[in-house]
């Protein structure tokens, strides 16, 4: 299968203060990448849909100011949480498909902590 | 709002048994279905999908679809302690291609 890749794997970082995390396809073309937030013993949570060169399409509830999500390249997406918050802490992943009929791969997750 | 529900349990089932596990959704219009498993920390990993209605096989793991009672399931036999995970139930809309998950059913299986 294709390989999404995230980093930083784990990161923590001071109130107030903002973190960017990386979403790369490594194998393939990304037409698509989804941003998720998963808080401990829940489903995951789409915040975002990003396609490369254009806006993200956020869901309903989620701060388009605070989630700053970037898709400059077919192969990199970026998710910057601004000005973060503990309430913010939670597992942070992506996927992305090549192209609408392809199947979604999964990155392996961050974890942000705000402290 | 479109809805996907699972039974969050956790079920349990002794090793070697069969494990069950429901999903039904609320958009009828849904035309991919999805079974992820999840480790505890780890990031969902894909067991199966299916599109049509019936049962599609791939070793232990059977996906059952019945699009009128808009419901899939997934069946694995010969469930082995290394089976217990949250597993994640997911439809993609007809557009857009976006993932619709359940809450995740969580199942453990005793030696």
């Known amino acids: 299968g294709a390989v999404v890749s995230q980093h930083p794997s784990r990161v923590i970082c001071k109130s107030g203060t903002s973190v960017k995390i990386e979403c790369r396809s490594l194998?393939?073309?990304?037409?698509?990448m989804f941003w998720y937030r998963q808080f401990p013993k829940q489903s995951l949570m789409l915040m975002a849909t990003s396609n490369e060169g254009s806006k993200a399409t956020y869901e309903q509830g989620v701060e388009k100011d605070k989630f700053l999500i970037n898709h400059a390249s077919l192969t990199l997406s970026t998710l910057t949480v601004t000005s973060a918050h503990p309430e913010d802490s939670s597992f942070y992943i992506c996927?992305?498909?090549?192209?609408?009929?392809?199947?979604?791969?999964f990155g392996e997750g961050s974890w942000l902590t705000v402290v | 709002q479109k809805e996907v529900e699972q039974n969050s349990g956790p079920l349990s089932v002794p090793e070697g048994a069969i494990a069950s596990l429901n999903c039904t959704y609320s958009d009828r219009g849904s035309q991919s279905f999805f079974w992820y498993r999840q480790y505890s920390g780890k990031s969902p990993e894909l067991i199966m999908f299916i599109y049509s209605n019936g049962d599609k096989e791939d070793g232990r793991f059977t996906a059952q679809l019945n699009k009128a009672s808009q419901y899939v399931s997934l069946l694995i036999r010969d469930s082995q302690p290394s089976d217990s995970a949250t597993y994640l139930c997911?439809?993609?809309?007809?557009?857009?291609?976006?993932?619709?998950f359940g809450q995740g059913t969580e199942l453990s299986v005793k030696p």
């Open positions: 997911a439809v993609q809309e007809r557009q857009g291609g976006k993932l619709i």
């Open positions: 996927s992305a498909r090549k192209d609408r009929a392809d199947t979604i791969y």
């Open positions: 194998d393939f073309q990304a037409t698509t």
